[in-house]
């Protein structure tokens, strides 16, 4: 794991602030060296986390915090994303089979834990007991 974070953000559960989300992202992503492409999925993929947990765990309500957190070291870069809102049940939340990644895609929203999971080198959802969710993606760096 990473020693340290780099840059640590709060933001409202408002879908609107995703685009400064994003090029927060963008910006440090960039500047350790990852390649542009490479960049764009990441990108996509911390945008359907966070939507993730404004939707699901906040059910939509845009005065709840989430948090961000970006670090890199040891060969490594993550980004740690926590929410306070409904745990997220074990079964949206773990990898799929090729076959109900087919019948996800005939769904509307049934992709996007897939998306993160195949972006990353490395993830780990963890929901809480009563309360919260925290998905640390890790990604190797050259």
């Known amino acids: 794991m990473v020693a340290s974070k780099d840059i640590e953000i709060q933001f409202r559960s408002t879908p609107k602030l995703l685009c400064d989300v994003r090029a927060v992202i963008r910006s440090y992503l960039t500047n350790h060296g990852v390649e542009t492409d490479k960049v764009q999925e990441v990108v996509l993929a911390v945008d359907e986390a966070c939507t993730n947990s404004i939707r699901h765990a906040y059910s939509g309500q845009d005065?709840?915090?989430?948090?961000?957190?970006?670090?890199?070291?040891?060969?490594?870069?993550?980004?740690?994303?926590?929410?306070s809102g409904v745990p997220a049940p074990y079964d949206r939340i773990k990898r799929k089979t090729d076959e109900a990644i087919a019948a996800a895609a005939l769904t509307p929203g049934g992709l996007g834990m897939h998306l993160i999971y195949s972006v990353f080198d490395d993830v780990t959802f963890t929901p809480g007991e009563t309360q919260g969710n925290t998905i640390l993606m890790r990604l190797r760096s050259a």
């Open 63 to 83: 005065d709840k915090l989430v948090e961000l957190s970006l670090g890199s070291g040891d060969g490594w870069i993550e980004l740690e994303l926590r929410d």
